[in-house]
């Protein structure tokens, strides 16, 4: 049960009360974050190198090749810096099957790939040994090239060459089922190869950022100072446990939980041998931070909707009786959600762990199965998310300006986590650096944003009473904060 007495909170200071500029400078950091992450990301270096085949690699098929054809590739001078490696191909539309044609068939390949030093010479280490797989290709009416495959991936590039074969079985049927073909087979076998990798100046990118967020976050947390500078943890033991707030529990908990989503083991993971095992510790981590983030934001609208017919005046809105009814069903649904998105992603780093020629998208149905629940369930929070933000609209008007700032930023930071999990950018590895820097950066401005607004007040008219031990300090009854 809350306190009915709490530490006042440095929102609720006359430095963020009109006619106080302190709300300004609030929302002027909150639009020169949203400026600067998106100039520097737009600036930012290239997250992928693609080394291709050529546009067209013709695979000759005659009397010798009629059972397969072998594509060989080879990559050098790979370093630790290119975190990872992944091969696709795609197959060129044959030429006796006319353009306005769209079909599908299987393709069956074969595909070993070895590992090797510089220096040394040779290929030591064999990765994959002759892996057969069943691949779906799907030619759309009217293109040339049809849908892409992948053929081999590696989360971890330990090896500084590599060398890749992929064997297309029968790659001489694939025109002859069609009705609408002209002859009577293939006699060219084009194939498109791409093998793509992590640029090193991207990498080199995210360990500065990953490194300067992990920094700042500590120093929010822990910084021993006096006044308004000091860390959070340090400003709250000040104040005695009966007297917190539930927002300032809330933002402990995501403060802390934000140190390991700005994933401060990065460098080590990039360097180490064992790499692929501490960055599978890290999605653990960003998958509970998104989960709680989506806990707590269904929590904040939710009493938020509850409690703005019940505001003082000048005053945050006060905070209602939260029993188990109340928490119960949101920590369910999270909880499920997090076992969700982790079971997803250790399901694919397993399998390719074991076999890097596997993809989970084309050649699992239990894979796809879990994505389309993750879809589902977030289309169920969005619409949960909607419920409690639409009847927390109502209210909105009553909240005093300073708590109106930290409720408009939450809904802004929904969008985005919805947004950015609908499109994969929430992934550590993005498809552009803008993604990377505008999420991970508002990310952590937000939860600073929270850890500098609802930290306790000293300079407050409140009278404060030191206990006699000077452990903490016991203030008189005081409405609390929502969101």
């Known amino acids: 049960m809350q306190s009915t007495s709490r530490a006042p909170l440095r929102i609720e200071g ?204 500590i120093l929010a947390m822990f910084l021993p100072c006096r006044g308004g500078l000091a860390g959070y943890f340090w400003q709250l033991r000040k104040v005695l446990k009966s007297n917190w707030a539930d927002i300032q529990i809330w933002v402990g908990v995501l403060l802390t939980m934000l140190l390991f989503f700005n994933d401060p083991m990065f460098i080590i993971e990039v360097f180490s041998d064992y790499g692929a095992l501490l960055s599978a510790v890290y999605i653990l981590f960003l998958c509970a931070f998104l989960a709680t983030l989506m806990f707590f934001w269904l929590c904040m609208l939710h009493e938020t909707s509850k409690v703005g017919g019940r505001t003082v005046e000048g005053s945050a809105p006060v905070e209602i009786m939260k029993g188990i009814g109340f928490y119960l069903p949101k920590i369910i649904f999270c909880a499920m959600f997090w076992i969700l998105i982790t079971v997803a992603y250790v399901y694919v780093r397993v399998a390719q762990e074991g076999d890097p020629s596997y993809d989970a998208l084309e050649d699992s149905m239990h894979y796809k199965l879990v994505t389309t629940t993750v879809t589902v369930a977030m289309a169920i929070y969005t619409g949960w998310i909607l419920y409690h933000g639409l009847n927390a609209m109502g209210n909105v008007r009553k909240l005093p300006p300073q708590i109106l700032f930290t409720f408009m930023f939450t809904v802004l930071m929904i969008i985005l986590v919805i947004v950015c999990v609908g499109i994969g950018a929430t992934y550590p590895l993005p498809s552009a650096s803008y993604e990377f820097l505008l999420f991970y950066g508002l990310t952590n401005v937000y939860v600073w944003t929270l850890t500098f607004a609802y930290a306790p007040l000293y300079a407050s008219s409140t009278t404060l009473t030191e206990e006699s031990d000077g452990d903490g300090i016991e203030v008189g009854p005081l409405s609390a904060a929502a969101v």
């Open 14 to 217: 006359p430095s963020f009360k009109p006619p106080s500029k302190g709300l300004f400078w609030l929302w002027l950091c909150l639009l020169s974050s949203v400026i600067l992450f998106l100039g520097v990301g737009f600036a930012g270096p290239d997250v992928f190198i693609t080394t291709e085949s050529g546009v067209e690699y013709p695979l000759v098929i005659s009397e010798d090749t009629d059972e397969t054809v072998t594509w060989i590739g080879r990559l050098t001078d790979m370093t630790k810096l290119h975190q990872l490696i992944y091969l696709e191909a795609k197959v060129r539309r044959p030429e006796n099957i006319t353009a306005n044609v769209e079909f599908t068939y299987q393709q069956e390949i074969i595909v070993t790939a070895e590992g090797g030093k510089k220096e040394g010479g040779g290929y030591h280490e064999k990765i994959i040994d002759e892996k057969r797989h069943i691949k779906t290709i799907t030619c759309k009416a009217g293109e040339v090239w049809c849908s892409d495959i992948s053929v081999f991936a590696t989360h971890q590039v330990i090896h500084d060459e590599y060398l890749v074969a992929v064997k297309f079985v029968h790659p001489g049927e694939l025109g002859s089922f069609c009705p609408h073909c002209t002859g009577t087979g293939v006699q060219h076998f084009y194939v498109h190869f791409g093998m793509h990798y992590i640029n090193p100046n991207f990498t080199r990118w995210q360990i500065c950022w990953k490194t300067l967020f992990s920094f700042v976050t």
